[in-house]
């Protein structure tokens, strides 16, 4: 049974940092991209951050020089590192694992992630 867990969430003031960690369990195929997401209440999930197997890396322009994602492809471990958060940071963080061969998602359980004074 797949199984991907989530830590690092927390409550944190504005400029502050957090860094989220995700390990994966069960997986057998080949992960081709590590990727997380995040939804605010009221607002549809969006991507964040995204590491192929390669190494590739994208962010959401709204992250970008503030946020890095970061792997152990080896442990199937991804990380994402969060600095001068904001209170527009403030979201459920998820983390997501592709296979492309097959076709599957795998969905962390979430982890909230509050910016505030």
């Known amino acids: 049974q797949v199984q991907l867990v989530e830590s690092g969430g927390g409550l944190v003031q504005p400029g502050g940092s957090l860094r989220l960690s995700c390990t994966a369990s069960?997986?057998?195929?080949?992960?081709?991209?590590m990727e997380w997401y995040r939804q605010a209440p009221g607002k549809e999930r969006e991507l964040v951050a995204i590491i192929s197997r390669g190494g590739s890396i994208r962010y959401a322009e709204s992250v970008l020089g503030r946020f890095t994602i970061s792997r152990v492809a080896a442990k199937n471990t991804m990380y994402l590192q969060m600095n001068n958060l904001k209170p527009e940071d403030t979201a459920v963080y998820y983390c997501?694992?592709?296979?492309?061969?097959?076709?599957?998602?795998?969905w962390g359980q979430g982890t909230q992630v509050t910016v505030s004074s």
């Open positions: 997501k694992m592709k296979s492309m061969d097959p076709e599957l998602d795998y």
């Open positions: 069960g997986i057998i195929f080949v992960i081709d991209y």
